[in-house]
């Protein structure tokens, strides 16, 4: 089944996950926060502008523990939290990826900004829905998609049809641990 993406976005509500656009969306996401939550640094923006470096422990209750060389641990509230980004330096060209730009039917995911905010809102404003992401980091065929160089080459490109089409995400779409996720952002 080919997937032509090529089309800008329109941004649509969070819950509308049963579409391809949206799964893609999501995953690349999901997979950003769990990689954020590994165990290395991270950068953790805030409302407010400001900017905390450390790892990520995990979230309770809405609140982030996070570890800093400078302050200790630091509780944070969710709400308070505008983006997480991976202390990671991996680039297209280092795991071998395709520019987006150099093909006009790949719709970069940059042409999804709204839809992605608006789920990563949604995700890091429901405590229960991060308990469930927090708990996926650990399962090894999750981890085994994040350390698979090929699919981070696309992620890292933004290379959506590319994506839909790698056979290690489409064994994860039926993974019944991020079914339920899906599940749960579509209610709400």
Same mark, same amino acid.
């Given at each position: ?21 949206? +799964? ?8 950003? !926060? +769990? ?26 209750? &809405? *609140? ?7 302050? &200790?641990?630091?509780? !944070? ?28 039917? !790949? ?17 890091? &404003? ?31 490109? &933004? ?18 641990? *991020? ?10």
């Amino acid at each position: 089944m080919a997937m032509h993406l090529s089309h800008r976005r329109q941004a649509q509500p969070a819950k509308a996950l049963n579409s391809w656009p949206a +799964c893609l969306l999501w995953f690349v996401l999901m997979s950003s !926060i +769990c990689s954020a939550m590994a165990g290395d640094t991270s950068h953790l923006e805030l409302t407010d502008g400001s900017i905390v470096i450390g790892e990520v422990l995990g979230m309770h209750d &809405g *609140i982030y523990r996070i570890r800093t060389s400078s302050l &200790g641990n630091l509780d !944070i509230e969710a709400s308070r939290i505008r983006a997480i980004r991976s202390n990671d330096s991996t680039t297209p060209a280092d795991v071998g990826s395709i520019n987006p730009a150099a093909n006009p039917t !790949i719709s970069p995911i940059s042409d999804y900004g709204a839809e992605i905010e608006s789920l990563k809102r949604q995700m890091l &404003g429901n405590a229960d829905l991060m308990q469930m992401i927090l708990a996926l980091q650990d399962d090894p065929a999750l981890q085994q998609a994040l350390s698979d160089p090929q699919l981070q080459g696309l992620i890292a490109s &933004g290379n959506l049809n590319a994506i839909s089409q790698h056979p290690r995400f489409r064994e994860l779409l039926e993974h019944p641990g *991020i079914r339920a996720v899906i599940k749960q952002m579509q209610i709400r």
